[in-house]
């Protein structure tokens, strides 16, 4: 099944948009997980094995495993996602961007190596440093276009000499020139929704990341408003630290499952 399919499954027979962000602080971690082997994948085993039913999309942030040099984690992870729940998609945040022949290896890092169902990747070096993501028709490329940083405008909402904003421009040309395969989608940020609302404009109904809720401020009422699609889905709505940090006592994955629930209800209001 391709991801997109996944994904419009997840959005339709378990009627939510939100994506849980798989980023291990350990520091941040109860005593009690902190302390055991593997702990990282102890951690995230049980985060999933309480949010599972909520999510269309789980989001391993991969500097989160390469900074503790605990890839072997990222993999059991994956390994018991894809053994336990093979139905929920898994977007590899790496947003990767290389000339094209090193662009080809982080390809097969992510849909290979770590056999994600889509990947980020950044768009600043050109079509040709996509195409080797997108010759995987069955797999996601998920294309930043305006991140949730606080700095993103600076070179993001910049005007070309056409008039328009560098952000509109990239989810033009992602939607009518890069899209051959039907396998694109893009990043807006949470805390951009005017920028969103365009994106949403420009694209139709392109499957749309949207992180920065919880810790970075987004808003989830101007977040639907601006970018469901004509089918009220097309959203992929990522929390990471609000949820998988909510509580740091042994009570961490009841509460994430609570946040999840809270944020999948908030969404499905609007929708
Ligand atoms: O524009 C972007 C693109 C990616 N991210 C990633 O999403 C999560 C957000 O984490 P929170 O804890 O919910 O803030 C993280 O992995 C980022 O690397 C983003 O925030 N903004």
Redesign the pocket.
Known sequence: MTFYQKLKDRWQAHNTLVCV?L?PLPEQFPATVADAPNAIFAFNRAIIDATHDLVCAY?P?I??YAALAAEDQLQQTLDYLRSQYPDIPILL?S?RGDIGSTAEQYAREAFERYGADAV?VNPYMGWDTIQPFAQYRDRGVIV?C????PS?GELQNLHLDSGEPLFEHVARIAARDWNANRNLAL???ATAPAELARVRQIVGDMPI?V??????GGDAEAVLQAGLNAQRDGLII???????YASQGNDFAAAARHETETLRELANRYR
Request: avoid cysteine; proline fraction near 3%.
């Open positions: 962000g980023d989001k942030q500097a989160h945040d947003k980020t930043l305006r991140t949730s940083n993103a990043v807006v940020g990341l992180p920065g809720l919880g810790a970075q990522n929390s990471s630290r609000g949820i998988l």
